[in-house]
């Protein structure tokens, strides 16, 4: 499987403690990232946000409770929406339109 090879540019802030990368073209933009340990799930790079946003209702799925997963977006540091795993829920907050 070949690798695309990103471009960097810039670094972004989001949500004053994520620093992503602003990449301009990658074929799996979409990524999920644990707020709670301040770092991405490895492995988890989709290219469609309802991929990405699917994949992580399943990974908080099985978490314990107050586990917080949200989904943005590399190439423009969007932040799509937030799954927190409470007692006997899971609640979802939606992103940037």
Known sequence: MAT???KV???RVVRAYVHVP???DTVRPYRIWDSQNKKSVPHRCYGTERRALDSALLLVRWEK???TYEVFDIRTAKWI???VRRVDSIGFMGGEK
């Open 9 to 11: 540019t810039a670094l």
């Open 22 to 24: 602003v990449v301009k």
């Open 4 to 6: 695309a090879k990103a």
């Open 65 to 67: 409770v107050s586990v």
């Open 81 to 83: 929406g937030t799954y």
